[in-house]
């Protein structure tokens, strides 16, 4: 796991599924629409996050300039 993918998920603090390294991307797709279908029943809604450089820096970017971001519900 990458710093960066580290830092992403500290700044989300939700529950995750990490794949490195897919060489079949039906296997992410078949675990995102499975997760769409729980999450109906469940109330809450899967989202694929593609680690990169410029994400990482966002959201050290609302980490520096919002105090409140990790208590706010959006």
Same mark, same amino acid.
């Given at each position: 796991m990458t710093d960066n993918c580290k $830092?992403? %998920? !500290?700044? +989300? *603090?939700? =529950?995750?599924? +990490?794949? =490195? *390294? =897919? #060489?079949? /991307?039906?296997?992410v797709i078949d675990r995102f629409n499975a997760l769409t279908e729980q999450g109906k029943l469940e109330g809450f809604v899967p +989202? %694929?996050?593609v &680690? !990169?450089?410029? +994400? #990482? $820096? #966002?959201?050290e970017? &609302?980490?520096? /300039?919002?105090d409140d971001v990790e208590n706010s519900p959006k």
């Open positions: $830092e992403i %998920i !500290s700044f +989300l *603090n939700c =529950e995750y599924e +990490l794949f =490195e *390294n =897919e #060489a079949d /991307d039906q296997r +989202l %694929i996050i &680690v !990169s450089d410029t +994400l #990482a $820096e #966002a959201t970017f &609302v980490f520096d /300039d919002y």
